[in-house]
């Protein structure tokens, strides 16, 4: 069974950076997209960065575009997103997600399950 552990959130100011991380279990890592999604208060879960498995292919929501980089250490089984130039409406729980297919080409992801989260909170 895949379990997600992510961690790095916390209380910022607008401007500030974060940096999250995602450790993964249960699968082989090195074999699937991985992405970072969020779900702000009152809105829906919104994808916000996906990484391909060989980590050559990234892709992000026009929101984070320039300010948030996703990364992978497949020797770590770990996922992390760098937040930079943080704004108010960044603020939401960020979870990582796993692919349900290996080797998918393009850098997108249809989640397997999810993590407890971590919760971001950017303040004005």
């Known amino acids: 069974q895949v379990q997600l552990v992510e961690s790095g959130g916390g209380l910022v100011q607008a401007g500030g950076s974060l940096n999250l991380s995602c450790a993964v279990s249960?699968?082989?890592?090195?074999?699937?997209?991985m992405g970072w999604f969020r779900r702000a208060p009152g809105k829906e879960r919104e994808s916000v960065a996906v990484i391909g498995w060989t980590s050559r292919v990234t892709s992000y929501a026009d929101s984070v575009k320039g300010r948030f980089i996703i990364s992978r250490d497949n020797a770590k089984n770990m996922l992390y997103l760098q937040m930079n130039s943080l704004k108010p409406e960044d603020t939401a729980v960020y979870y990582c997600a796993i692919d349900r297919q290996t080797f998918r080409g393009k850098p997108e992801i249809n989640p397997n399950g999810w993590g407890q989260g971590t919760q971001v909170t950017v303040s004005s």
């Open positions: 249960g699968r082989i890592f090195s074999q699937y997209n």
